[in-house]
């Protein structure tokens, strides 16, 4: 039987040739959306407890109800 040698092939070098494809562009969140979702969790932090008897389901509708009419959301100030 003939022994099985392992033959080492050398990496081909890169060449910079070719034409390369531009990547996806970087989609960049609105600041104004990230202030306004800021405004609006402190909010429901600061008036959680007038809710404190209801589960936490019906605290965050009750909070939401009373975030859309508030004067601290950005939407009712526009």
Do not use: C, H
């Not at 104004?32 to 402190?42: E, I």
């Amino acid at each position: 039987m003939a022994t099985a040698t392992t033959k080492t092939t050398t990496p081909k070098a890169t060449t910079g040739a070719g034409v390369k494809k531009a990547g996806r562009p970087i989609k960049r969140k609105n600041n104004n959306a990230r202030v306004a979702m800021v405004k609006m969790q402190t909010f429901f932090k600061e008036n959680r407890s007038k809710y404190k008897d209801l589960d936490f389901k019906e605290q965050q509708k009750a909070l939401g109800k009373d975030w859309k009419a508030s004067k601290e959301n950005p939407k009712n100030s526009a």
